[in-house]
């Protein structure tokens, strides 16, 4: 068994399908603390970006939103994440085209189990980010996803809030997107200070006033909010804290 | 500004109107504005009582001419009273849409001064918060019965959605828990802007310049009146069919008002969400009313409507799943929509078994009494041993919840927030 080691990025990744595509026992994955028994052998993959192309170019040609589907796996938590596009990559070749509507395949549901989960994610902080105003009148968002996803999340609030700039601060992996009104840059950060705006404490305040008013006593389902609504992310949430 | 009492008396007064959906608008930003909509709608967050928070949802006033029997803002009920200006709800929205609290606005009021007067204001303020504060998020605004149509029609130009409250399911109760509303005074203008929707579509009208994108919807209360499940759901179905409503809601009443024309217990959550299954297999499984429910009937409490339907039914069952139209699959408990339609997609490319199906995410020890795998049938053989194990399901599921709660609260009840 050989395992094809990559750096984590997505043309790394597909320099490994390229170069393990013929090999018959093999394992792609990016996690840096593999265990590796007798018999195993380690490949550190160094991106190619001419095979990264090629792989790319073949896949557009069989399902014109592979390519997409693969990102968003990719940004995803599960340690199994790239084998798991492997696979589904491997499927689509075989068969020359989408895969998609193989619903019964364990290949396919596994690769749209991996992909639901990050659209899943990037949907619902969609709803829970929460924004601070700074004394400059910038709003900052720190938060902390399970999925590699701030990139993406940026795209929705720079359609959304136009001129408004923005920071959207992953505190876990420590990166940042900077919105100046115009363009996104991702950058990394170790941390932020802020200095807030005179009205920020007013407005949360009022946010709280708002959520504990608009709450029915007499219908208590808690467990349905922690089902919508993880605790997981309740750290950044005024309301919550 | 606004401070946090008056907040806290207009959420209070606005929190029984159960739509807080945010979907169904496309709206985008304009160049210098903020805000645009998600057609799927996004929840902010979620309240102790399972409910989505996407708008803020508040009232203009709460100072009400009205008397209505089982409101808590009528007019002779003593309650704090207070109001805010059209500005004030700019700001506020502004504010909480630019931290990301919120989807946009659910605005409503008391009936205070005039019907008119009060829609008048109702439409000033969304107008401003279009354009003097340039805001192109959502917008959901109640309208006023006996309000002037010229008036409704103005507002639904700015406004993503509208709603008028049916409030209670016949004209009878309507009279006598609501006098000074009609019949007509609610369905008229729902009707003017059905048409205008119709309108507008039929004319290729551009999406910008369409009235009510996301459509309306309207609520009843459920419980603080005699009529039947089978005669609201008929109702129900006739305001999907006939106004081309997009959601209608159903509040369980709550005996938050003391009267001797109300009932003085609640009707019960298990109901209200067993109205929600019928409504879903109305409008997405191809049921009609009729096979659901007679006219004089209420729906069963200890089981779902799909359930009841397939068990009386019985001789159409069981369905060879790997043959079985999507019409069909639809009405097998245990297959939902999307299972349905995952079904139809993977037998294109492989002859499924009970194996297969599980791992589809169907649930197997419901629908196993009604489908055959490949020939193959694990279900009961008799029409009572298939009821016992329905019914000993539903038990041990809502057991589950019952040991949590004081209520039988059943998951879902409110979820309002998604498409």
Known sequence: MTYYLTDGTADCFYTAVFDAYTDKDCIITSEKNVQIGLGYELKEVQTDSEKAERVKRKLDALDGSAVDDVNIMLRSCDPLRENAAFAYIKLIVKHGGSVRSMQADPRVLEAMDIHGKVTGELHKLKGFLRFMENADGVLYAPYSPDNDITDLLALHFAARLGAQKFVIHDVKRKIAALYDGEEIVMTRVKNAEIYLSEYERYFENLWRQYYKSVNILSRPHEKQMKGYMPVRYWKFLPEKN | ?419
Not at chain 2, 90 to 115: D, H, M, Q, W
Not at chain 2, 130 to 147: C, D, E, M, Q, S
Not at chain 2, 275 to 292: K, S, T
Request: proline share 5%; charged share 25%; aromatic share 8%.
């Open chain 2, 1 to 419: 500004m606004l401070d946090e009492k008056r907040l806290e008396i207009l959420t209070e007064s606005a929190k029984y109107d159960v739509s807080c959906s945010s979907s169904g608008s496309k709206r985008v930003n304009s160049a210098g504005g903020l805000g645009n909509a998600s057609v799927g709608g996004i929840c902010h967050s979620f309240t102790p009582d399972g409910r989505c928070i996407s708008l803020l949802k508040i009232l203009m006033s709460n100072d009400c001419l009205y008397d209505c029997e089982y409101c808590p803002n009528r007019r002779s009920a003593d309650v704090p009273r207070a109001s805010v200006t059209p500005d004030e709800i700019c700001e506020l929205t502004i504010n909480f849409y630019k931290r990301n609290y919120i989807e946009g606005l659910f605005l409503s009021s008391a009936v205070f001064a005039s019907p008119d007067r009060t829609m008048e204001l109702l439409t000033e303020t969304v107008i401003k918060l279009r354009k003097v504060y340039n805001f192109n998020g959502y917008i959901h605004l109640k309208g006023i019965p006996h309000a002037d149509d010229t008036l409704i029609m103005r507002a639904a130009k700015y406004v993503d959605r509208m709603s008028f409250n049916i409030e209670l399911p016949s004209e009878k109760s309507l009279k006598l828990l609501a006098p000074q509303k009609t019949k007509e005074s609610l369905l008229l203008p729902m009707k003017k802007l059905s048409d205008a929707i119709i309108y507008d579509k039929e004319n290729k009208v551009r999406y910008k310049k369409r009235v009510v994108p996301a459509g309306q919807t309207t609520q009843m209360i459920i419980g603080a009146s005699p009529e039947s499940d089978g005669q609201i759901l008929r109702l129900t179905e006739s305001l999907y069919r006939r106004m081309g409503l997009k959601r209608v809601y159903y509040s369980s009443y709550i005996p938050v008002v003391k009267s001797s024309k109300l009932p003085t217990v609640g009707a019960g959550l298990l109901r209200e969400h067993r109205l929600y299954q019928a409504d879903w297999l109305i409008r997405f499984y191809g049921f009609n009313v009729n096979e659901i429910c007679d006219e004089g009937e209420d729906l069963p409490l200890d089981l779902d409507p799909k359930c009841a339907w397939a068990l009386r039914h019985m001789e159409l069952f069981p369905v060879e799943v790997n043959t079985a139209p999507l019409e069909t699959l639809l009405r097998v408990p245990g297959i939902g929509a999307r299972g349905a339609y995952r079904i139809t997609e993977a037998r294109k490319y492989t002859s499924l078994d009970f194996d297969n199906l599980a791992k589809m995410r169907i649930v197997i020890k419901r629908a196993k009494h009604f489908i055959t795998c490949k020939g193959k049938f694990y279900g009961s053989d008799s029409v009572k041993a298939v009821n016992a194990a329905l019914l000993l399901e539903d038990r041990t599921d809502r057991a589950e919840q019952l040991s949590m709660f004081s209520t039988p609260a059943v998951a879902q009840s409110a979820l309002t927030g998604e498409v």
